[in-house]
């Protein structure tokens, strides 16, 4: 079977609405047409990865297990409206603060692009047909350094304030619905 394209995700902003370092699962609150759009990209036979930055466990202000708790209310509330998310994949570093099991320099925070490279690797993914969708530059850079060619910056969350820091082959979008209306309008 030969790879297949992968749906990179930003969670804060992205899917949910942003909330500045969530550790309460109940605090979790989809973007209105996110399950819709991943839906309908996973049914257009995308593999659907989130990436997200988690420096709120290097701070200390959330858990590992607080994140899968997390993750756990967003796949129950993903299904609720017949969607589902294939892999998560987290980034507790940050690079100057929290323990010194969190605090260092990896390749898994975004810019870089380990998490990407990474989720490939264990999903057999194509990168050179996938897409990243995310509210903050790290996000786009991370899949411009993975080879992803589709980029797209959503208003939601952060992006609006970013806008203006595209690069040429970069999209600016409203939400997460209209980014995967223009992947599956160019498949």
């Known amino acids: 079977m030969s790879p297949r394209p992968g749906l ?26 996110a399950a819709a759009a991943i839906r309908r990209a996973r049914d257009a036979g995308f593999v659907v990865i989130v990436v997200t930055n988690q420096s709120g466990i290097a ?17 129950n509330m993903l299904a609720a409206e017949g969607a589902e998310v294939d892999d998560y994949f987290a980034c507790p570093h940050h690079p100057e603060i929290g323990s010194e099991t969190y605090r260092k320099t990896c390749d898994c925070r975004k810019p870089s692009p380990g998490m990407l490279i990474e989720a490939a690797e264990k999903h057999d993914l194509d990168l050179s047909r996938s897409a990243i969708v995310g509210d903050s530059m790290r996000d786009l ?11 797209y910056l959503v208003a939601t969350g952060k992006g ?28």
């Open 141 to 151: 850079k991370a899949g411009r350094r993975a080879g992803i060619p589709a980029r």
């Open 160 to 187: 609006m304030s970013k806008k203006d820091e595209l690069e040429a082959d970069d999209h600016f979008v409203a939400d997460i619905g209209e980014a995967i209306d223009r992947i599956l309008g160019s498949k």
């Open 59 to 75: 701070r200390g202000i959330l858990t590992p297990l607080d994140l899968a708790a997390i993750h756990a209310r967003l796949d």
């Open 8 to 33: 990179f995700l930003d969670r804060d902003g992205t899917i949910n609405v942003e909330v500045d370092y969530l550790s309460n699962p109940d605090d979790l609150q989809l973007i209105p047409g």
